[in-house]
């Protein structure tokens, strides 16, 4: 699994945080969320704090998942 890398972040005037992952928005904390992040981010490793933040961090298999026989569409039958 490799480490994420390319994520940043900007403190706004408001409070809210802004976090990008190559330039693009990845998401925008507020309030407590803000706070809570801008305390954890003080200490460990950044780009693993940010990934984990915006959900934008997976486990790596999200093409192989996408490309499972049971991902294919179709009906899906509920038991």
């Not at 972040?9 to 330039?23: F, P």
């Not at 803000?34 to 997976?58: C, H, I, N, P, V």
């Amino acid at each position: 699994m490799s480490r994420p890398q390319g994520f940043s972040y900007e403190e706004r005037k408001d409070g809210s945080v802004v976090l990008t992952h190559h330039g693009r928005a990845a998401g925008v904390l507020r309030g407590a969320r803000a706070e809570k992040f801008l305390a954890e981010a003080e200490s460990g490793d950044l780009q693993l704090l940010m990934a984990r933040w915006t959900g934008a961090y997976r486990f790596g298999n999200e093409r192989q998942a996408r490309n499972h026989p049971r991902n294919q569409g179709g009906a899906t039958r509920r038991g």
